[in-house]
C-alpha cells in the first residue's frame, strides 16, 4: 500500500510508503490512479504498460499458430482463459470483416 495526499478535489498531490501527517489516504500501489501521478510526475507513460496491447496481440497470433500446428489444444486451457480467448477472437474476426473501402473492381450492387 502507498499513503498519498490530496487535494481538495481529491487528486493526488503526493505520495510515500509511510503514513503521516496529511498522508493517511491509502491506494494500491498497482491502482490506476497512482501510476497516472507518478505518470504525470516524470512525464513520461511506463514502457513496460505501453507495451501490453502489442504484445497482447502477439501472444493472440502466437496461440492462434500453435493451435493450428496441433502444438497444443484450446481445450488445455482454463474454461476463463478460452472465454476470454474467444471473446477476443470474435472482436477481430469482427474488425477484420470490416470493408472501409469498396474495391472499384467490385460491384456495389
Same mark, same amino acid.
Request: zero cysteines.
Given at each position: 500500500?502507498?499513503? %498519498? *495526499? /490530496?487535494?481538495? !478535489?481529491?487528486?493526488? %498531490? #503526493? !505520495?510515500?510508503?509511510?503514513?503521516?501527517?496529511?498522508?493517511?489516504?491509502?491506494? #494500491?500501489?498497482?491502482? !490506476?490512479? $497512482?501510476? &497516472?501521478?507518478?505518470? *504525470?510526475?516524470?512525464?513520461?507513460?511506463?514502457? @513496460?504498460?505501453?507495451?501490453?496491447?502489442?504484445?497482447?496481440? %502477439? @501472444?493472440?497470433?502466437?496461440?492462434?499458430?500453435?493451435?493450428?500446428?496441433? %502444438? @497444443? /489444444?484450446?481445450?488445455?486451457?482454463?474454461?476463463? !482463459?478460452?472465454?476470454?480467448?474467444?471473446? /477476443?477472437?470474435? $472482436? /477481430?474476426? &469482427?474488425?477484420?470483416? $470490416?470493408?472501409?473501402?469498396?474495391?472499384?473492381?467490385?460491384?456495389?450492387?
Amino acid at each position: 500500500m502507498v499513503y %498519498v *495526499k /490530496r487535494d481538495d !478535489a481529491g487528486n493526488i %498531490v #503526493a !505520495a510515500g510508503v509511510e503514513p503521516g501527517g496529511d498522508w493517511t489516504d491509502e491506494v #494500491a500501489s498497482d491502482s !490506476a490512479e $497512482l501510476q &497516472q501521478f507518478t505518470e *504525470k510526475l516524470s512525464g513520461q507513460k511506463d514502457a @513496460l504498460t505501453d507495451s501490453d496491447l502489442p504484445m497482447v496481440r %502477439v @501472444l493472440d497470433d502466437l496461440i492462434d499458430v500453435l493451435v493450428e500446428r496441433g %502444438v @497444443l /489444444r484450446f481445450t488445455d486451457f482454463p474454461e476463463d !482463459a478460452q472465454r476470454k480467448l474467444f471473446g /477476443r477472437r470474435s $472482436l /477481430r474476426e &469482427q474488425r477484420n470483416s $470490416l470493408k472501409l473501402f469498396v474495391d472499384e473492381s467490385e460491384e456495389l450492387f
